[in-house]
Each structure stands twice: as structure tokens, then as C-alpha cells.
């Protein structure tokens, strides 16, 4: 909402004529506004007959009318709103008592309390401004919050149907259960990583990977795989599929992204923090894998280009892979044909034997 001037170009009869007016659409719409609107244009009709400090009185009137313009917004109720309508409207009772106390002055102690109420004018107009901005901020949130619950609900009834099995089918333990249904958005990740793996990652490669602590990875991730352990190949297959759904449908998203989680597992292939054999046996054999599977991402353009794994002589035949991917990038190539070049350079300088310089 633009602010209402505050130089006078407004009359305050014409506010006054518009709480009015607003007072009775509250009444029909939002009640619960009107006692607001009401105690708003009575202080403003103190106002207008008041004679000292008229301009800054008046400046007053315009941030109350702007406040209770953004009150009169409010068509959705929750706590936060309705706690801020009620430190404006305190605010406002305040106002209205200090003007009945400054019309009950003689004229001396108006004289002389001139300066002390220009004071007294700013600091309610400053608690007014704050107020406002505070409202506004809260219903543009809530507005949000609400456009976000709508999307999602109708992703959910225009979502596939879960598979053909429930957790009890399964025989699902009870922790596991509720690591599904109560910590799906720490899960989500950790489920993406797994699905990715060319082979069963380990908690700690995990943890590596997302950058995690290997403590909270091991309190969502611990328990399902300890229940994965025990399952056939087709019951943990079926088990991961049914997780995989839950998470899915519980964080508003149609599927695990795939290419983001290759592209996160590809970074820490070239770059990422190794903690023996395993890893570095795992990035030497994957990369590559990862990297072609992977949407292209400036963070994974810079670990290809700051890592010495791709132009290793271990890599040479995952090189003509890695070309043909890069070959594909239309969107910001330019910004990839350095590394075409390396990469094309690089294959070039071998002997008769295949074997690179």
C-alpha cells in the first residue's frame, strides 16, 4: 500500500468521510475492523478542531488513516493479526486520551507544552508507521502461506495414487513409521543421495555428501536401513518405493529429483572430503557416471574445472562420456567451452597405445 501524504493535500474531512464509509462495509464484512475504523475517526474529528501544532496533528491523522487502511485488508484471522490489531488499536486509545487531555489545557500550558507535544506527536506516529509496517509484513505472509496450502492440496488430489501397499503390509516397524511421516523433509535428501548411489552409500559418505552431521543422518537413516538390512531384494525394493512416495507427497514434490542429487554426489566426487579407500575408490569409478546424469550448475561446472580427477590418466576413457555431455549444453555454453576445450585437448595428447601424456 503507498503511504497517504502527510503535507495536508488530504483534508481530513475527506478521511474522516472515508472512515465513515469504510466503517460501513466493516460492519456487513469484517465487524471486527469497525470499532478500529470508529476510534480512528473520532480522534481525527479531535483533530481537525484543534489549533496548536496543526501540522504535525495532522501528519498524525494521516499515519492513523493509513494504518487503518491496511486493518481494513485483513479478511483472513490468525493470532499474529489479530495481536497486532489489538497494540494499534492501544496505540489509538492512547492518541485519544492525550487530545482530550490537550483540549482540557488553558491556554498558557498549551503555549508553553508546544515543544513537548511535538515530541510526544512523533513518537505516536512512529509506534502508528511501525505498526503498519509490522501488518502488512503479516498479510503478505499469510496471503503466502495460504497460496502455498493451496497449491499443495491440489497437487495432492491431482497426485498419483500410492502404491498397492501400506506400511503394514510391509511389516514396517513403528520408528520407522514415524521417521516417514514426522521427519520426511530431513529424509527427502538422504532418500536422494541413496537412490543415486551406484552402490549402498554409507552413513558417513552420506553425511559427506550433504554436508550433514553424521549424528543427525544416523537418528533419520539409521533405523530404515538397519529395517533395509533385514529385507529381501524385492521387500527392500518395494520398502523404498513406499518411502520414497510418502516423502514425495508429504514435501509437495512429484518425484526424487534425480539430476540434483547426481549433480550433489558428482561435486563430491571431484572435490569433496574423503574419509579413506572407499570414497576414493567410489569418485575414481562414479564421477563420470554422476556428472552425465547431472543438470548443468555453475557449482558443478567449477568443481569439474578445479578438480584434477577428470584429466587424470585413470579418466581417460570416461573422457569421450564427459564430452558428449558437455556437447549437449546449449544453455550458457559459452561458459563450458573452456572445459570442452581441456577435455578435447586432453584426449589428443596420447601415444600409440592410448596411454595420455
Not at 59 to 76: C, E, F, G, N, S
Not at 77 to 94: G, M, R
Not at 155 to 182: C, F, G, H, K
Not at 264 to 287: E, H, M, Q, T
Amino acid at each position: 500500500m503507498s503511504r497517504i501524504p502527510d503535507n495536508g493535500t488530504i483534508s481530513l474531512s475527506a478521511i474522516i468521510n472515508s472512515l465513515n464509509t469504510m466503517a460501513g462495509v466493516a460492519q456487513l464484512c469484517v465487524p471486527y475492523v469497525q470499532p478500529v475504523i470508529l476510534l480512528a475517526s473520532a480522534i481525527i474529528c479531535g483533530i481537525q478542531q484543534l489549533k496548536d501544532n496543526k501540522r504535525a496533528f495532522t501528519r498524525l491523522a494521516h499515519d492513523a488513516y493509513a494504518m487503518v487502511q491496511a486493518v481494513a485488508q485483513v479478511h483472513i484471522h490468525s493470532v499474529e493479526l489479530q495481536h497486532s490489531i489489538e497494540k494499534f488499536t492501544a496505540v489509538l486509545q492512547q492518541i485519544q486520551y492525550y487530545l482530550h487531555e490537550h483540549r482540557t489545557r488553558n491556554l498558557m500550558l498549551r503555549f508553553f507544552g508546544a515543544a513537548q507535544d511535538a515530541v510526544k506527536i512523533r513518537e505516536y506516529r512512529g509506534q502508528i508507521q511501525s505498526a503498519r509496517e509490522l501488518l502488512e509484513l503479516q498479510i503478505e505472509m499469510r496471503t503466502h502461506e495460504n497460496i502455498i496450502l493451496m497449491l499443495r492440496e491440489r497437487s495432492e488430489r491431482n497426485a498419483s495414487p500410492p502404491p498397492p501397499y501400506t506400511a503394514e503390509d510391509l511389516m514396517m516397524p513403528e520408528d520407522v513409521r514415524r521417521i516417514a511421516q514426522e521427519d520426511f523433509e530431513r529424509l527427502l535428501p538422504i532418500l536422494g543421495v541413496f537412490s543415486v548411489f551406484q552402490e549402498p552409500p554409507t552413513i558417513k559418505q552420506i553425511t559427506r555428501v550433504l554436508g550433514l552431521a553424521e549424528g543427525e543422518v544416523q537418528a533419520v537413516w539409521g533405523p530404515i536401513l538397519a529395517y533395509l538390512d533385514e529385507l529381501d531384494s524385492d521387500g527392500r525394493t518395494r520398502c523404498l518405493e513406499f518411502l520414497e512416495r510418502l516423502v514425495c507427497l508429504a514435501n509437495n514434490t512429484p518425484s526424487i529429483d534425480s539430476p540434483t542429487y547426481h549433480n550433489l554426489v558428482a561435486r563430491w566426487c571431484l572435490l569433496g572430503p574423503k574419509g579413506g579407500a572407499k570414497d576414493v575408490f567410489y569418485a575414481a569409478n562414479s564421477w563420470a557416471h554422476h556428472v552425465c546424469y547431472s543438470n548443468p550448475s555453475v557449482q558443478l561446472r567449477d568443481a569439474l574445472m578445479q578438480s584434477d580427477i577428470p584429466l587424470a590418466s585413470e579418466s581417460y576413457e570416461d573422457l569421450p562420456e564427459i564430452i558428449a555431455w558437455l556437447e549437449g549444453i546449449h544453455h550458457d555454453a559459452e561458459q563450458w567451452a573452456e572445459l570442452l576445450s581441456t577435455y578435447r585437448a586432453r584426449l589428443a595428447t596420447r601415444d600409440d597405445d592410448g596411454l595420455i601424456f
